[in-house]
């Protein structure tokens, strides 16, 4: 089991201590991404009007609406990969049948070389029988 981190992290110019069992890195990640929110939140005019409390609401619904259209983009991934995958083991299975294909038409293609050549044999060694008597 992972040990727990401990980062300090500043949100909105506010020094916050956080744990959890990821990477310090990961955590400040986090805190800038929470800053970056905040910030679009503070573009908007009417932002600055409301209280405390609907800021706080405000906020977390454009991290969930993030995260749902995150977590949707994410789906359609795995959808996307989950064809490819499917499209690639058809391609090989195509591959295959298309090898032996190839190998039946290169046997074929040295039985009818064998068969000409006996064939042009047979045409000079009645050419020679024809010749010889004349």
């Not at 992972?2 to 909105?12: G, P, R, Y």
């Not at 932002?47 to 409390?53: A, G, K, P, V």
């Not at 499917?86 to 299975?93: D, P």
């Not at 294909?101 to 009818?112: D, F, G, I, S, V």
Request: glycine share 2%.
């Amino acid at each position: 089991m992972k040990d727990k981190n401990v980062a300090e992290v500043l949100i909105q110019g506010r020094k916050y201590t956080i744990g959890g069992f990821e990477s310090d890195e990961y955590m400040q990640k986090i805190a800038t991404y929470i800053n970056h929110k905040y910030d679009e939140c503070k573009e908007q005019e009417f932002y600055r009007h409301l209280d405390f409390e609907r800021r706080s609401v405000l906020l977390a619904v454009n991290m969930a609406d993030d995260y749902y259209k995150e977590k949707k983009k994410a789906s359609e991934y795995r959808s996307e990969n989950k064809n490819k995958d499917k499209a690639v083991v058809e391609m090989k299975h195509e591959i295959i049948d298309l090898q032996e294909k190839l190998k039946a038409a290169e046997e074929k293609n040295r039985q009818l070389a064998d068969s000409l050549e006996k064939t042009e044999k047979k045409v000079v060694e009645l050419e020679t029988k024809l010749k010889h008597r004349r």
